[in-house]
C-alpha cells in the first residue's frame, strides 16, 4: 500500500527559555494506508510533541526541522503555513483524550459536525444534517437520528470521544492522529473505541498514527510500532514481533513492567526511576541510568538506531545480545 506518512529527521526544540531545549530528536517513521503505527513511550517521552509538529500544531516557540515530511505526495516542509492549515481535517486529523473539552458545550454534536460539511463542502443546513448523521452511525452512536441535535454533556465520555473521531474523520483524511484516545475511559469502552479505529483503517483505509503509554492498546491494534524514549525512537519494527522479543532493554522493562494476565488497560509507569526531562537526557545512552545490562560504553557513546534484521531497528549497544537470548 503506497506511504501516507513518511518522517524522517524530525526535531523539535522549544525555543522560549534561555536555552533551546531539546524535546525530540531525529525521528523517522512512515505509516501506509490501512496501516496503524503505534508511538509508544512514557509521559514526556516526546510522543504528543511528536504528533503536533507532524500536525504543524506547533507556537512560536518551537522549533521543528526534518529531513523528510511528507503526506502523500504533499512535502509539509515546502508549503505554506496557509496551506498547512488547509491540509488539516482534509487530509490529516488529530484527535485527543478530552473529548468534552474538545467539543463546544453550547452547540448540538449536529451542528458541530455539520459545520465541517458546510465548511469544507458547501453543503447546504440539510446535506450537512445529513451527513452527521450518517457519520455518527458509522461511528457507532446508536439512533444518531435521535441524538443528532443533542449536546455534548447529554453523551457518555465513551460517545463524545466517538463523536471526536466523527469529526476527525469527516472530511475522509488519509491520516488519523490520535494522541491517546482511550486514556480516559474504562476498560470496556476502551475497547470498544480500538475497535472502531481499526474498523476506520480496513473500511476507510487511513493510516493510524496511535500514540500511548498503554502497551494493552499496542498489542491491540497496532501493526507497527515505534518505542520512543527522551526525545528519540530506541526501537521500531513489525508489532507482534517487536512484542515477542525485545531489541532494545526500554521495550523489554515496558513488557516486564505489565503483569501478562493484564496487559490490557496494562500501565507502564512501574520501570524503576523515571525518564529524564528534555534537557536534562543522560550522556551516551539516554537509558542507561536505568537499564539493568549497561556497561562502561553506554555511559560514553550514544548508540544509533540501527537495523537489527530486516524492517527492524534498534539503539542499543547490546541488541544483538538481547535478541539471542544472552543477557536473559
Ligand atoms: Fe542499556 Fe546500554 Fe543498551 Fe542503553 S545501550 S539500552 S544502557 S545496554
Ligand atoms: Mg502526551
Redesign the pocket.
Known sequence: PPVVLRVDGLSVSFTGGPDDIPAVRDVGLDIRRGEVVALLGESGSGKSVTARAIMGLVDEHTRVSADTLRLGDTDLLAITPEQRRRLRGERMSLVLQDALSALNPVLSIGDQIGELFRVHRGATRKQAKASAVELLGLVGIPAPQQRVDDYPHQFSGGMRQRILIAMAIALEPELLIADEPTTALDVTVQAQILDLLDRLRSELGMGILLITHDLGVVTEVADRLAVMYAGRV?ERGDADTVLARPA???TEALLRSVPQASLRGGRLLTIPGSPPSPGQVPT?????TR?????D???TTR?PLADVAPGRAA?????DE?LTGALS
Do not use: E, I
Open positions: 530506541v532494545h532493554p526500554y551516551g545512552c539516554s537509558f542507561h537499564c539493568l545490562f549497561a556497561v560504553v553506554c555511559r548508540p539503539a542499543c549497544h547490546r541488541s538481547l
